[in-house]
């Protein structure tokens, strides 16, 4: 099912322009609880702090960003891991503390290309020499990778099995580890005494889209969206089955996040469109919203922002508007049912179903067959409030869809289910 655009979903806001980080596409984004900024990265190497309206430049990245995390040394100084492309350098880990950004030097430190912080250590992956190893820190010393002591290290996951490291995630004490051909999960506290338990094979993750959506972890593949479980990754579980043909064409350059306040796992693919799947109703059900620009990259950190490809990042914030409000014309239309070949056309005949289920407004239902923009009659053309939702129409047609929508909200209105009776109409011979 789609929704055409944001304003035919009833919406409980909308995203304004946060700042603007250069002109180039926006690549990454992340927020420093330590000092409540945003921080941005874009294609062009240039990194930026951001508060609403100001983008003030980072001096110091010599190449794209890739990653970031936040740590607190054993000195309690708070900084930022930055990993950046190799490109000409000899490293890739540098550190910012607010003021002053330089490469990570010490012992063994690895040019790796993400990073991510967990219980007081550094851990990095992504070395394209040494692609399936998670290196990690001592405790408390982003500049300290190797010991007598073991005080760092390094952890091969199925060495030899099943492709390189192409993304990972720490969910739930564990750290959930994404190889070309399989799914790692690595649990425990201490690197050393990890055990890589194999999940589950699968097809390659697209990096940026594994998701912690609170109750469990969902990732992109270039055949649909999944969620993490023990056994196997089937196309019954996949939650794009139902629009696959339109979604796993534009997968491949996906970027996810989830937004707690939204309730939903939301796509952006690089384009003007965001795809957006309800978790907290019908995972399986998606909402397609076009967006004025170009949309790289999403993140959810103090709120959910998007990034486009001039720059501009913006956050979502909510209308203050309540959900019960007559201000709001609530609607919704489908995609196209396929009815049968042209010699087998369908006669449509009556619409009826809880089409105004909490009777809170007045509903009216729109049937549009062959693809076409226009409705067909329908009588009644709406329902008020105690109305029987019935309506008589005599039409035949190869594709149906159905639209509805509710004004004079009194209350939050309510769209059941529906049933379209019909005939099956003389071949044509």
């Avoid at 294609?43 to 309206?53: A, E, I, P, R, T």
């Avoid at 430190?109 to 990095?124: G, Q």
């Avoid at 609530?330 to 056309?345: A, I, M, P, Q």
């Amino acid at each position: 099912m789609f929704y055409l655009n944001p304003q035919m979903l009833r919406s409980r806001g909308g995203f304004d322009n946060f700042c603007t980080a250069g002109g180039s596409r926006i690549t990454l984004m992340y927020y420093w609880s330590y000092d409540n900024l945003l921080y941005v990265a874009n294609n062009n190497g240039q990194l930026f702090k951001c508060v609403s309206g100001t983008a003030t430049p980072v001096t110091g990245p010599a190449e794209n960003v890739l990653s970031i995390a936040a740590f607190t040394d054993s000195g309690g100084t708070a900084k930022l891991i930055i990993a950046e492309d190799k490109g000409a350098q000899n490293h890739t880990l540098h550190t910012y503390d607010g003021t002053t950004y330089a490469a990570i030097t010490g012992t063994s430190v690895p040019d790796a290309e993400k990073v991510l912080t967990r219980f007081d250590r550094v851990f990095a992956t992504g070395k394209v020499a040494e692609p399936d190893k998670i290196f990690f820190s001592e405790q408390g010393d982003e500049t300290t990778w190797s010991g007598a002591y073991n005080e760092g290290g390094w952890v091969q996951v199925a060495p030899g099995h099943d492709g390189d490291i192409i993304d990972w995630i720490d969910f739930e004490g564990a750290l959930y580890v994404f190889k070309e051909h399989a799914i790692y999960r690595m649990p425990g506290d201490h690197p050393q005494t990890w055990v890589p338990q194999k999940l589950m094979s699968s097809d390659a993750v697209i990096a940026g889209t594994a998701v912690d959506c609170a109750k469990g972890l969902l990732y992109a593949t270039s055949h649909g969206v999944f969620p993490v479980n023990i056994s196997s990754q089937t196309e019954s579980e996949d939650l794009t089955r139902q629009i696959e043909q339109e979604l796993q064409a534009v997968l491949s350059t996906a970027k996810a996040a989830f937004s707690p306040e939204l309730g939903a796992y939301i796509i952006v693919t690089g384009a003007t469109t965001a795809y957006v799947s309800n978790l907290s109703n019908r995972p399986d059900v998606w909402t397609k919203f076009t967006l004025t620009p170009t949309i790289y990259s999403i993140y959810e950190g103090n709120g959910l922002y998007i990034g486009a490809s001039d720059g501009k990042v913006f956050l979502y914030n909510h209308d203050g508007y309540e959900d019960n409000s007559a201000a709001f014309t609530v609607s919704f239309k489908t995609g196209d049912w396929d009815l049968g070949e042209k010699l087998h056309r369908k006669e449509i005949v009556y619409l009826e179903g809880a089409i105004n289920a909490k009777e809170n407004a007045t509903a009216t239902p729109s049937l549009y067959a062959d693809g076409g923009g226009t409705t067909k009659t329908l009588a009644p053309a709406s329902y008020a409030t105690t109305a029987r939702n019935l309506s008589r129409c005599r039409f035949d047609c190869e594709t149906l869809a159905l639209g509805v929508a509710y004004t004079n909200l009194t209350a939050p209105c309510a769209f059941a289910g529906a049933a379209i009776h019909g005939k099956l109409k003389e071949a044509i011979l």
